[in-house]
């Protein structure tokens, strides 16, 4: 377990512990949902779907062959393969998404590139640094900074926070197939946090997508207190039906 020290501008501090396997934070002995967590409730449920039927499809021409026969065990063996492959691909992406991140952090701070092997990885970086090093003028606040909203009781790891001329930027750093929706008020709820934590007003922010088939999309987008009531909605819509499968249980 983790052990974050979480300070704020009042001179006090938190502790927020963080467990990595399984990606659960804790504050005071109790489970606090994080903003991915929060915003996962935005996500189209087609959308999601849809993803599951192409990868369960993309196993099955995988595995089963034209005129070839099949005995019973093998067909459990292929069933099983293909009922589970939807969340071995989630995992895989998960586990690219963690270490490109790990390569964003580490050529930020000293831009180092150390050699990459699996190729959607190196797509993903390659297309990431090709970005970075034609950005100027950004000044490093921190990067991987966990986040706690003592208010709204949620938590969180922002990618990072840099500042441009008297402007606070928060940018957040996605590996996946797009943009979603999602990831707006996910870094709207990160701002929440920061501006409890820092004696900060941010107003703009910037989402870099890029994906582990090597293509680059950007979202700049800018944050005022509109935008603070969507994340707290979201934040709300998400205690209630989480209370609903808790009462269920």
Partial sequence: ????????????????????IPHKYYWNDTQLPSATTI????????????????????????????????????????????????????????????EVHNLIETYIHTGQVVEIHNEEMKKSFDKFKEWWDKQD????????KKVLSRV?????????????GNDYIIYDWKTSSNIRDSYFCQCFLY??????????????????????????????FDIDSDNHDTALSCLKLYQFLNQKEKKNA
């Fill in 39 to 98: 915003t996962k409730i935005l996500v189209n449920a087609s959308v999601i779907g849809n993803w599951t039927a192409k990868m369960c499809a993309e196993e099955f021409k995988k595995l089963i062959k034209a005129g070839v026969t099949y005995d019973e065990i093998e067909l459990i063996k292929y069933y099983d393969q293909i009922k589970k492959s939807a969340n071995a691909n989630m995992s895989s992406a998960g586990l690219i998404g963690g």
């Fill in 137 to 144: 003028g950004l000044e490093l606040v921190f990067t991987e």
């Fill in 1 to 20: 377990m983790e052990e974050h020290r979480i300070k704020f501008k009042d001179n006090t501090e938190e502790v927020l512990q963080f467990d990595p």
């Fill in 152 to 164: 709204h009781k949620f938590t969180g790891t922002l990618d990072a926070l840099f500042k441009k």
């Fill in 191 to 220: 701002v929440i946090a920061l501006e409890e934590m820092m004696d900060i007003k941010i107003k703009k922010g910037v989402i870099v997508n890029c994906t582990k088939d090597g293509k680059l999309r950007i979202a700049e």
